[in-house]
């Protein structure tokens, strides 16, 4: 039987993706490229955005011939949009055969199980035949390795902590497993996630390891070349988690630091816990501590009372941070959260205005920081043939042989739109 797995939005929902159709494929499922291959279809959900559930919603939608060419098809919707509609996802689409919620990852092959009962037997016949060892395991170069689940965090416009829960940490030595497991398979970088990955919190034989610890320890493992992490809060980026940073051979030097606002009357509106001059001491020390360093942010515009003045303070806050990209959004209201509760009051129109002056300058800030590249000759980690990214997580593209998973000094001659180029390597 194959299963093909499609995730839309974030890097959680793609991480919890691989790790839910991994759990399958131990139960003998096959990995199918295309949609017409499958005999099931996973989509793993995110719903911190309307927009992105949107998505979700209408790819549900057209997967209905998909399960009409053959009802012996199995249709199961997952992760965080799933866990907000529940069981009215299959009332509006009779389609979806099992709907998993994000809080249930952890259950989540039982739960498949038990939902198709007898269906899931005969599709798993051949388990039998497949070994451990068989389950093409996530041998990509860069590979995701979860963390941490949930979020203790309250910010008042996020639906994350009522559709993930309360923060849930890995045993400290699972991670470091699953890191060897992964390198060993292949991966020469890993992406630590979680939703405030930072604020990761264990031990080991009663000493307690905290995130700076996590990355000291996961930074020693034989061969792994490259170390990221997603999504950093601010609130925990300390002079410790510097110090590992600096220290660390394999933790990269880049850092996505999302600032939300530039406004401190906004930013206490959203409870985000730091005003815009503390952000920006931490980005001055994170750059003195990590000569080199690549940051980015998240900025929402619009958030309910959001004035002229609030908006001009993120755009100050923003031309200082110098973000070498920023992911920016218009505000919207999510329902059970806080911020729904007041007013959407900054009209559609302005949001959209507000949104178009900052991605302008947001796209003049990453010209500037591409282009402080060029001349340089970087590590760059070879993830196809002829692309790969620096260790500051800037793309490269150049023409010429390379292997994926080889690391190259790339001298970079140009830089594109949102992407270096670097000179050809060819003989
Ligand atoms: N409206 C707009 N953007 C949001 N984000 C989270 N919730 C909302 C919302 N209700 C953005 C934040 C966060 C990123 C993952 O999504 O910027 O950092
Ligand atoms: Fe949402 Fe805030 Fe938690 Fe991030 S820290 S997931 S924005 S509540």
Redesign the pocket.
């Known amino acids: 039987m194959k299963l093909h797995t499609i995730a839309l939005g ?1 890097q959680m929902s793609e991480a919890d993706g691989e790790e839910m159709s991994q759990t399958l494929q131990a139960r003998g499922f096959r990995p199918a490229r295309v949609p017409e291959d499958a005999d099931a279809i996973l989509i793993s959900t995110c719903t ?2 309307d927009h992105a559930e949107h998505r979700a919603l209408s790819l549900i939608g057209s997967l209905k011939p998909w399960k009409q060419q053959d009802p012996r098809r199995v249709l199961i919707v997952a992760g965080c949009a799933a866990e907000r509609l529940g069981e009215s996802l299959r009332k509006r689409f009779p389609h979806v055969d099992f709907v998993a919620g994000a809080k249930s990852i952890e259950s989540f092959p039982q739960l498949v199980e038990r939902a198709l009962g007898d269906r899931f037997d005969a599709m798993t016949e051949s388990r039998e035949a497949f070994k451990e060892a068989d389950i093409p395991a996530a041998s990509a170069v860069c590979s995701h390795l979860t963390i941490m689940r949930g979020c203790n965090y309250t910010c008042t ?2 639906i994350v902590p009522s559709v993930r829960g309360r923060e849930l940490y890995r045993p400290a030595e699972a991670i470091l497993k699953e890191a060897r497991s992964k390198v060993d398979a292949g991966a020469k970088e890993l992406l630590l996630l979680g939703q405030t990955v930072n604020s990761y919190s264990s031990e080991i034989d009663g000493s307690p390891v905290r995130f700076p610890e996590l990355l000291r320890l996961v930074d020693k493992t034989p061969d792994l070349a490259r170390v990221r992490f997603m999504s950093p809060h601010p609130h925990y980026v300390d002079e410790r988690m510097m110090a590992a940073m600096a220290e660390c051979p394999s933790v990269c030097e880049q850092l996505h630091l ?1 600032a ?1 606002s530039g406004s401190d009357r906004v930013l206490k509106l959203m409870r985000r816990n730091y005003t815009s001059g503390s952000l920006l001491a931490q980005a001055q020390s994170l750059r003195r501590a990590i000569p080199g360093i690549v940051l980015s942010t ?1 900025i ?1 515009v619009g958030f309910p009372s959001e004035s002229d003045e609030d908006f001009e303070r993120t755009l100050s806050l923003v031309s200082e941070l110098r973000p070498a990209s920023a992911y920016c ?4 209201p ?1 329902e059970g959260t806080e911020s729904a509760k007041t007013q959407d009051d900054v009209p559609r129109e302005v949001k959209e205005e507000r949104l178009a002056r900052l991605n302008a300058l947001c796209d003049t800030l990453t010209e500037e920081a591409l282009k402080s590249q060029v001349g340089k000759t970087l590590e760059v980690l070879c993830e196809d043939s002829g692309f790969g990214r620096t260790r500051g997580g800037y793309k490269v593209k150049w023409s010429g042989r390379s292997t994926p998973g080889e690391l190259l000094k790339v001298k970079i001659a140009g830089a594109a739109r949102r992407l270096l180029v670097g000179e050809s390597n060819e003989p």
């Open positions: 974030c911190v955005r416009y996020c999302p939300q998240d929402i959004f218009k505000y919207s999510r």
